[in-house]
């Protein structure tokens, strides 16, 4: 049953409007009758009568009922907004946005993932929101696979001081003894632009008894590669260029195009300690040479290597070496997500 009150000058009044409105069904039912001053001193009857539900429904008309149902659904988002603005998950998206963010992952990034989990239980759970993170990224790092024993030419091309030659002499050592299978490997300097970079690596080879070869000039690279064409590794080193040095660059594209070579892979080397920005710039400037895939050093010198990843999930760019070290050749290994990954949750310290 709904009870409804009726208000007039006199309760004869207010019954006559009660009964206006709900006589016709005959299921009118006074309950309390009442007379109260006003404001301005006159009085006023009021009377509380009592109807059943349904005719309570049908007297306020479909357009009435359908306004209450609009009030109730609106009622009920209001509750869920407000639900939403107190429930822990706000808390939780923002505690792990802020761990992500201080580690060098973008912003634009973490929004996707977060849209992506919305209203989802796993928006609500902190671990299982870092899991997820964390999975998106192990799905979103391209590695590319080690092809020992496969005939390779590769010229690793980077910043200068990156350890572009040092991690040539690792690799050499790998290929040439690293394994059950072993490479003829040779090893070749483009390094035209340092005094000693042609003894760096002539010092390595010697000490690896690795051929190697010194290229002079534009003209002399094909021939070079030619004469090496018994060999199943051939390791090209190329002098270091700073992003914003162009010139050097395009001697070092001059010497790629003059071989016109397809299954010359060239591969960036870039510290895991650079910072985003630097890694972008670093990136744009060598893609005139079209890099095949990417080998990151010097991770033993960082303990932050957000910035890193966060360049590899938007550029998808793979990774195919790590280095550890200095040493040779020890310091080197295949890229692997879970290594990657492990480097960044040891980081997060969760
Ligand atoms: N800590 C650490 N040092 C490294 C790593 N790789 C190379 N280095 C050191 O970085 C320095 C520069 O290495 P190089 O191999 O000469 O670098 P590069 O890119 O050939 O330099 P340029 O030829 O001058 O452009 C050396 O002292 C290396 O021992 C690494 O993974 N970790
Ligand atoms: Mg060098």
Do not use: C
């Not at 030659?165 to 632009?193: E, H, M, P, Q, W």
């Amino acid at each position: 049953m709904v009870e409804e009150t009726f208000v007039a000058p006199t309760p004869q009044d207010a019954y006559r409007l009660a009964k206006e409105k709900y006589g016709e069904f005959g299921v009118l039912r006074l309950l309390r009758a009442r007379q109260i001053k006003n404001a301005d001193g006159k009085l006023i009857s009021e009377i509380t009568v009592e109807v059943d539900e349904e005719s309570f429904l049908e007297s306020a008309g479909v357009s009435e009922e359908e306004e209450l149902l609009e009030e109730i659904v609106s009622l009920r988002s209001r509750m869920q907004r407000l639900k939403s603005v107190m429930s822990p998950a706000t808390g939780v998206s923002e505690r792990v946005s802020r761990l992500f963010l201080e580690r060098g992952i973008r912003s634009e990034w973490i929004e996707k993932i977060l849209q992506e989990v919305k209203e989802t239980s796993i928006a609500s759970d902190e671990k299982l929101l870092i899991s997820y993170m964390l999975e998106t990224m192990d799905e979103e790092i391209e590695i590319v696979k080690e092809r020992i024993g496969k005939r390779e030419i590769r010229m690793l091309v980077g910043p200068t001081g990156v350890g572009k030659t040092t991690t040539i002499a690792k690799l050499a050592a790998r290929y040439a003894y690293g394994g059950k299978k072993s490479s003829k490997v040779a090893l070749v300097n483009l390094d035209t632009f340092r005094a000693g970079a042609y003894e760096q690596l002539e010092n390595f080879a010697s000490l690896l008894r690795l051929e190697h070869r010194y290229v002079r000039s534009i003209g002399d690279f094909e021939r070079t590669l030619e004469s090496l064409d018994t060999y199943d590794k051939i390791l090209i080193d190329s002098a270091g260029t700073s992003p914003y040095d162009t010139g050097r660059l395009i001697k070092t594209i001059e010497f790629i195009k003059s071989v016109r070579r397809e299954d010359m892979k060239i591969s960036l080397v870039i510290p895991a300690t650079a910072k985003y920005h630097d890694i972008l710039d670093i990136y744009e400037h060598f893609s005139f040479i079209n890099p095949s895939d990417i080998i990151v050093t010097k991770f033993d010198e960082t303990r932050r290597i957000g910035d890193l990843i966060a360049f590899l999930t938007e550029k998808r760019v793979p990774v195919g070496y790590m280095s550890t070290g200095q040493q040779i050749p020890d310091d080197l290994e295949p890229a692997s997500r879970e290594r990657i990954l492990e480097l960044f949750v040891g980081e997060l310290n969760v």
